[in-house]
């Protein structure tokens, strides 16, 4: 009994510290069902009773006042929580098994900036995929590199970049970085470095950018290292060619 009685409390234990230590974030899944954060837009309403019925969008204190009630705490609950707590204050003392309806309007925004075309706060669509959400900021700007999308979750106490791919899902509150695309440029010009690639740009429009060619350069002899579909390979290109994001441009020298 001693070795039972024993058992019993440290698994209650370890079920209380386990409650206290993980953390219930806001606007994730919670049995499937979305948990209410701030920028959420709801609507309350009691049947037949049109003195009850609010909209209230969720400010940072996570409470909303509601009549009979006070302040009532609805961040991080479902609205099917939220429907019960208010159902429960109402009924007896001031309505008989009310029927109370909890929606919600509008979710927070998600943000979008970097290389898009209309960076800035969206308001958030179900089933949302960074494919739409891109499109919903009017698409990639000519300075993006679509390889290179970044996202910090909503409710992410570590705010960790994550890489994303087109069809990965958006949530409310989540923050996307589109990075500006690059390529390099390196040997016999004037100015070595990093620039901002665009579309159209050729191997001869880098070199302008790079300030021109070197006195000693050799302008029939430019090669490149190109990455594509994971691989790295070097080639020979011409001065019209296009280049494409993430290439490493190297002019060589000329010994005559």
């Not at 979305?34 to 837009?41: E, F, K, N, P, Q």
């Not at 350069?217 to 494409?244: H, Q, Y």
Request: net charge negative; charged share 25%.
């Amino acid at each position: 009994m001693r070795v039972h009685m024993r058992h019993c409390f440290l698994l209650t234990a370890f079920m209380l510290v386990y409650l206290m230590v993980t953390p219930v974030v806001a606007g994730s899944s919670h049995s499937g069902q979305y948990l209410l954060d701030v920028g959420d837009r709801i609507s309350i309403n009691v049947l037949g009773e049109e003195s009850l019925a609010m909209k209230v969008t969720l400010d940072s204190t996570g409470m909303i006042r509601y009549p009979f009630l006070g302040r009532i705490r609805v961040v991080g609950k479902t609205t099917s929580e939220v429907e019960s707590m208010i159902r429960n204050g109402l009924a007896g003392d001031y309505l008989v098994d009310p029927h109370v309806e909890v929606v919600i309007d509008e979710r927070r925004p998600f943000f979008i900036n970097g290389e898009v075309n209309k960076p800035g706060a969206i308001s958030y669509q179900e089933n949302l995929t960074l494919r739409k959400a891109i499109t919903l900021a009017s698409g990639l700007s000519e300075l993006a590199d679509d390889d290179r999308i970044f996202v910090i979750r909503a409710g992410d106490p570590n705010r960790v970049q994550r890489k994303l791919a087109m069809d990965d899902p958006i949530y409310p509150g989540d923050s996307i970085t589109v990075e500006t695309s690059y390529f390099f440029i390196t040997g016999e010009v004037k100015s070595r470095g990093k620039y901002p690639y665009h579309t159209g740009l050729t191997f001869r429009m880098a070199v302008t950018l790079a300030g021109g060619f070197a006195e000693r350069a050799d302008k029939d002899d430019i090669e490149v290292v190109r990455v594509e579909n994971g691989k790295s390979r070097e080639m020979s290109v011409r001065l019209d060619d296009p280049i494409k994001p993430r290439d490493v441009i190297t002019v060589n020298q000329s010994f005559f």
